[in-house]
Structure formats: C-alpha cells, structure tokens
C-alpha cells in the first residue's frame, strides 16, 4: 500500500495546516497594543522559548536543529530572566541535530539535547562547528532545514524514535557523526556532562549503547541506511580503526573527552541516506524493541513514521474544531492547541526509577505553569493521557515522598518547590469529580494527605500561615481538594480535619486592604496574587470591602483608564523593573501567576468586565510568525489559556467549574471526556487580531443570555462534570452589558 504523501494528509487533515510550529521561537514581535492591553506590564523575558523540532504527541521523543541556544538548544538567544533576550549569534545556525527539548520553558537550568547526529563532508576534526540553516520548515511531526554546506536535512519523530533523512551533495567523504557526549547548552553553566556510557557496534550498520545523564541511563538502537558506506567507533576526534565498543565507567567535566559513532563514504549528488534511533530508559534492548515496534526491520521508514505521527496530530488537533475568525487568528489557534499537546511527555513502561509498568510522565515543567489550564485541557480533550500523568505522578510520590512541583527526565531533588506547594492535589479533585480514569482513589488519597505536610506544608499545619504568602493559599486548597475526595471516599474524619485547615486562606490576607499579606513573591508582586479564584470567592470578596470596592481593586489593577505603559527593553536595569513591579499591574499573559484573574470580576457580578480583558487580551497579547507569543510558553501552559480563552470557556482547576464569557469564533465543537460539546452563538462579529493589521481595539461583545440543551442558564457558570458529557451550549451575544451574569454568581462555599 502506498504511503500517503505530506500534501494528502494536510488535505484530509485541515487541522493540521493551522499550525506553525515556529510560533514563539523568537522575541515577541507583536504590533503595539492599543486600548487596555497597552496599560499591562511585562516583567518576563518577552520570547516564547519554543521551537519547531519535529515532536509527537506527548511523545517521549523530540528532534531539532542545535545551535546551543537558550533554554531548547535551538535558535539565537542567551539566558534571559527579564526583558528583551539577548541575542549571542549572528546567525541561525546548527552543529547537527539533538534530540529531547524543552518547549517554551525557562530558567528549568537542566537542558538535554542528547545524542547529536550531524551530517558534514568536513573532517571530523571539524565537528562541533555550526553551519548556517535556512529553508527551514516544519509541521506537526516533521522538521527539515538546509545547512550551507549544502547538505539538506530532514527529521521525524514517532513516540520514542527518530528518524533522519540526509540528502548530500556530490563528496568523495560524505558522513553522518553521532556524538553521544552532546548535552545540555551551548552557553555558560548549562552542558550536560555523562557519568558513565557504553557504546557498541554489533552488525553492518547496527550499534547500540546507553549515556547515563542526570542519573537518568538513555539507553538507543540505532540503524544507518548508508551502502557502501564504513561505520567506525571515534574518542577525541579520532577514529578507532577495528574498535568495536567503547566503555567509559566514570566521566567528569575533567575527563570528558567526545566520542561516538560516524559513518562515511562517497556519496553523489542527491544521494540520501536514513539513521534511524530506538530510545529507552530501560536498557538497550528495550530500545531495540521500541524501534521494531514504530520503524519495522531493515528498511527505510521516514515516510512510515512521518505519517504515523501526522495522523497521531490530527487525531489530537481534530478534538476541537472551530469556525469563522480570520486565517491569522486560526493559525494562532491551531498553534496553540499543538503546543498545548507536546508536554508533558508520557512514556509507557519506561520508568527507570521504579520496575513496574504504566506511565512515566516527565517533563512537566512545571505544575505551576499547567495546572491552572494545560491540565484541565487535557482532562477534556485527552483524559486518558491526563489520568497517566497523574498515576505517574503518585507513583513518584509514592518512590520519593512528595509529589513534585517540576518533574524532569532525572533523578535528583524537586527544584522548583519555590514556585508552589501541593498543586497536584488540584488536578487530582478535577479528575476525580469527572469520574474519568480508574485511579486508585484510596492509594492516591493517603499520598495526598501525606504530601500536605512537605516543605512549607509542616509550617502551614502549626502556624496556620507560611511565607511566601502564597504558600498559604496553596496549600489551603489543596486541603480543600483532598478534602473533597476524603468525604467523596467515605472518610468523614479526616474530610473534616482538612476542611477546618482548608479555611486558613484567610490567614494571608490584609484586613485593611483586602490583598495578601507583605511577603516575598515569585515572579510577581502581592497583586498579581491577590485575585486567584478561591474556594470561597464569596467571602474574598467581602474581605476587600464588597463587591463594589473589590471590582475597583480589579479595575485598577487591569489598568481601567490608566495610560500606556512602557515595557522592559534589552537588559533592563534595576530601576526599570522596580518602577514597572510599581504599577501593581496585570502582567498580560506574560507570566502566569495572575492568568485567571479576569475571571474574578464574575464572583463580582461583573462578566462584562472580564469580557473586556480576554478580548483585549486574545486581540493584541498573540500573533503569528516567530514573536507572535507575549512570553514564555512554559510546557504549554500559555498556549492551553489561549485555546480556553478563545472557546469562550475558562476551568477553574481544582473547583470542577467552568466559567463563560464570549468566544472568539462563532461555532466550536470540542470532544469533551464524556461526549461531544457544540457551542454556538448568535449575534457573533467575526474580528480581526494584531497580526490582522489593525490600528485600534475592535468592539468588545458581551453574552446577553445562554443555554444549555435549551435550558437557561442564569449564571456565567457551569460544572465541569456537567460539561463534560458534552451538550449544546447555545450563547446570545450584543455589542452592550446586560444584566445577565450580575446577580447569579459562580459558586462559593459560603453562598
């Protein structure tokens, strides 16, 4: 049977011709914003730190071009923090292709970008060097680009293999080197060293071995379609005539010397050749296995693969399918949504840290930048997949004694702890309200109560309060999320001791001013934290002197008649960033610890507001083209706000609750856990977004009524679990506030 070519999987698949996977690999290069978004203030690097390697779907696997560059080793760019990132070359560029990224992540300070394969006609003394790349292109799967020695190359990922296809010009001694030493970045403080390796040539064209890095061992199989080509063994840049395996028990930044393999011979004009790799982190002969299981036997499967995963992507993409919107605004859309579904990464039966079998999800980096949106998405669209990452994850807590807040492919201490505390417990309550998976809910239940006591959790327990500040509103819901599953299970004992500890939230508030407590903050300031949607937004809202005093405390905060403000340039000083954290102002999908702010106003009675801040937001925050993201993506989570945000939709994680406010197309179908969701409206004006090309802000539209399977809805509010079995969610849209929304609040445990 014929393998169906690229052009006719993207004619039987229109999903996937609105991604571009090269959407925020660059400085944002958005149009400057107009009306309420000009007055938000960036303190994050302005990059969306993602690139266009050829991934899968929660794949294990990922392949890019490698200059070295900050944080995926793709691109130009050095560490940044804040700001405009610096650019450290001249040039795009590539020394070869590395394999396992980062997307859209930050300071995580641990890169992988192992196994570098890199075709050259140049001495092997010359590897290392970085050739210019251009003609480069990429979709959902797939990633080709042409280096200046005129050598085009082209990669493909299934879920734990690669594939590289090489076409070479004319050369006496063509050659494709795998250096198995290649690691982490390019820049100051970022390579990633091996401890141990072990590699072995065992047949015309075969090898196999295993890097142990991170304390993590990498073990590949790898196939080389290259006739008449030699293979060798090569340390130091020098080949080892004969040597058929190379054995390194200890290695340090002293001692490191490259090796690995190359593969040489002449090669004509237009000639091709196919390196195909099987990964593992059980051993070599898994990684055998997990080739034959994607690639087959002994013959060329770039195609194979390539349209493998294609499919896979438009099977995932084709969950929600939207209409109307400008071709600029679905691109974004499609974008997003792919991004959304890179990370985490989910490798069945791969655990190298526990011997059972199930999921092993890594890459999750971190929960706070998903938990809030990229992991309720999942749990409609992918519920299979979510439930994974959370086995996954008890599994962890289980092997280690917490659950992490960041989990990467490695062995060693959470790092990210800083960010938050408890925050799995939020999507362990969502998935346990929809009743999706077959968790064993007694087995995650004890993990959860026993988490709750880690780090700042001991603290919280005694005092009541624990600075940062914001621990303290985590892990006052996260008892309110255990809580609700220990009385769900029966156990009405400890439901009512996590109750009583759930409602120390209050402890972190400032009576006088209605915000949180003077503290240290991460990535933020006490604004940015002060509106997270709670528990008990009923009685937040009372605390900040009542409806009327808590909408002015928003209204200032999203910058309401405030004038533009100025964002951080290139290698902002110190002043600058104070004189912008000054402003208390809304970071404008920036940053994520205010991404659900806008939804606070509905607590408020005052939807109309947060409908001004989406579409300000989903009109001039996002783009297309390479700077088309206001900052990093981080695992997805950005993107995953973007795809809620523009379904008119937003999860309240943890509260099994999903909010409304006018959508940004006028038809969407979304394959929800339990059924299909249809939403429709009438009276929606199709508008333009930034990359469009517009001078001002388009009118702003506000739901008038709503209706579920023709039922009235009275609120801006619906359960999740009701969501999920799908339905026909009709919205009345007009150009001016009604009273819809203003009395019938969303839910609060105290109203």
């Known amino acids: 049977m014929a393998i169906p070519t690229q052009t006719q999987i993207d004619a039987r698949h229109p999903s996937l011709q609105d991604v571009d996977p090269f959407i925020g690999t660059a400085a944002t290069g958005l149009p400057p914003a107009r009306g309420l978004a000009a007055t938000w203030w960036f303190p994050k690097p302005q990059v969306g730190n993602t690139h266009p390697g050829a991934t899968s779907p929660f794949g294990m696997v990922s392949a890019c071009a490698y200059s070295g560059a900050y944080p995926t080793g793709y691109g130009r760019y050095g560490k940044n923090t804040q700001g405009v990132p610096e650019t450290i070359f001249p040039r795009l560029e590539a020394s070869g292709f590395t394999h396992f990224q980062q997307s859209g992540t930050g300071m995580i300070r641990k890169y992988y970008n192992y196994v570098r394969v890199t075709p050259m006609v140049q001495p092997l003394d010359d590897l290392g060097q970085s050739w210019a790349l251009g003609d ?37 001694s063509a050659r494709a080197v795998v250096d198995l030493t290649c690691g982490g970045l390019a820049i100051d403080r970022s390579r990633t060293v091996p401890l141990r390796a072990q590699v072995e040539i065992t047949g015309k064209g075969q090898a196999q071995g295993t890097v142990v890095v991170e304390g993590v061992p990498l073990s590949f199989y790898l196939e080389v379609d290259s006739p008449g080509w030699r293979q060798m063994l090569w340390h130091d840049r020098r080949l080892i005539d004969g040597g058929t395996r190379l054995d390194f028990d200890s290695i340090r930044h002293t001692t490191l010397r490259a090796f690995g393999l190359v593969f040489i011979g002449p090669a004509t004009a237009g000639q091709s050749i196919e390196l195909r790799i099987g990964f593992s982190l059980r051993g070599q002969e898994q990684a055998q296995e997990n080739l034959r299981r ?115 492919m490695a062995r060693g201490a959470d790092r990210f702890s800083r960010q938050g505390s408890a925050l799995a417990h939020t999507a362990l309550a969502d998935i346990h309200a929809l009743g999706i998976g077959d968790l064993d809910w007694q087995w995650a239940l004890v993990h959860m109560d026993d988490d709750l006591r880690r780090q700042y959790g001991e603290d919280f327990l ?46 972190a508030f400032e009576e006088d001013t209605g915000l949180l407590r003077e503290s240290t903050f991460y990535e933020g300031g006490k604004w940015n934290y002060s509106f997270r949607l709670m528990q008990d937004m009923a009685a937040r809202i009372k605390l900040a002197g009542g409806d009327a005093a ?64 989406v579409h300000s937001a989903l009109t001039w925050q996002f783009g297309t083209g390479p700077g088309g993201l206001p900052g990093n993506d981080d695992s997805g989570g950005l993107s995953a706000w973007y795809v809620w945000a523009s379904l008119g939709l937003f999860p309240v994680a943890g509260q099994n609750l999903f909010l409304i406010h006018p959508p940004a197309f006028s038809r969407s179908v979304m394959q929800f856990s339990q059924g299909e969701l249809t939403i429709e409206t009438t009276g929606h004006i199709e508008q333009k977004i930034s990359s469009d090309g517009i001078d001002e802000e388009p009118p702003v539209q506000y739901v008038q009524s709503a209706t579920l399977d023709g039922k009235a809805l009275d609120g801006p509010h619906i359960p999740a679990s009701r969501l999920h079995r799908g339905g026909r969610l009709h919205l009345q849209l007009g150009s001016s506030p009604t009273s819809w929304g203003q009395s019938v609040r969303p839910p609060s445990l105290s109203h």
């Open 462 to 507: 005694d005092k009541g309060v624990v600075h940062p500040i914001t621990h303290t509103l985590d892990l006052a819901f996260a008892h309110h999320c255990t809580a609700r599953i220990a009385h769900a299970l029966g156990d009405d004992d400890l439901s009512r001791s996590l109750f009583e500890y759930s409602e120390n939230w209050v402890n």
């Open 294 to 408: 994607e690639c087959g036997s002994g013959q060329p499967a770039f195609d194979r693969v390539q349209v493998n995963t294609g499919e896979r992507w438009a099977r995932h993409l084709e969950q929600i399918q939207v209409e109307g919107g400008t071709q600029a605004r679905r691109t974004v859309f499609g974008s997003a949504l792919y991004h959304s579904l890179i990370k985490p990464c989910i490798a069945d039966d791969e655990s190298p840290f526990w011997p059972y079998g199930g999921p092993f999800a890594f890459d999750i980096c971190t929960m706070w930048d998903i938990y809030k949106t990229q992991l309720p998405l999942l749990q409609a669209i992918a519920p299979k997949r979510a439930v994974d990452i959370m086995e996954s994850l008890i599994r962890v807590c289980e092997e280690e004694g917490n659950f992490p807040i960041g989990y990467r």
């Open 136 to 172: 480069e292109t990429a979709h959902p799967g797939y990633y080709a680009a042409s280096l200046d020695t005129g050598i085009r190359c082209e990669i493909t990922v299934g879920e734990k293999v690669a594939v590289h296809r090489y076409t070479f010009p004319e050369s006496r």
């Open 550 to 613: 808590f909408v002015a405390m928003l209204d200032s905060f999203f910058g309401f008649g405030a004038p533009p403000v100025r964002q951080p340039g290139r290698a902002a000083s110190l002043q600058e960033m104070a004189d912008g954290y000054a402003l208390n102002r809304f970071e404008g999908l920036n940053n994520e610890p205010d991404m659900e702010a806008p939804w606070a106003y509905h607590w408020a009675g005052r939807p109309d507001r947060t409908a001004q801040v």
